[in-house]
Nanobody
Framework: QVQLVESGGGLVQPGGSLKLSCTASTSLFSVSSARWFRQAPGKHREFVAIIKDDGNTQYRGSVEGRFTISRDNSKNTVYLEMNNLKPEDTAVYYC?????WGQGTQVTVSS
């Protein structure tokens, strides 16, 4: 089982930025895909972004051009840089590696 620890959430005004981090305990991190999901109150968890072991990335349409997923294999860490945040981005953000999940970090976008 992979232990995942997320950080970086918080309260930000619309148009602001945050950078989330997720550190994994597995030695297989460098050969694994890493994903970010989010869950807003009263809604299902939804896919946000993926970065594969070869560095290829994919995003959900509503965040493309605003969010950037990246990884540092030397630190077993995946990042989600979020720019031009909107109130509809408010959610608990979770990372996932090899089928395991972190505890989530709250992102609130509000004036």
């Amino acid at each position: 089982q992979v232990q995942l620890v997320e950080s970086g959430g918080g309260l930000v005004q619309p148009g602001g930025s945050l950078k989330l981090s997720c550190t994994a305990s597995t030695s297989l991190f460098s050969v694994s895909s890493a994903r970010w999901f989010r869950q807003a109150p009263g809604k299902h968890r939804e896919f946000v972004a993926i970065i594969k072991d070869d560095g290829n990335t994919q995003y959900r349409g509503s965040v493309e051009g605003r969010f950037t997923i990246s990884r540092d294999n030397s630190k077993n860490t995946v990042y989600l840089e979020m720019n031009n945040l909107k109130p509809e981005d408010t959610a608990v953000y979770y990372c996932s590696v090899r089928g395991d999940w972190g505890q989530g970090t709250q992102v609130t976008v509000s004036s």
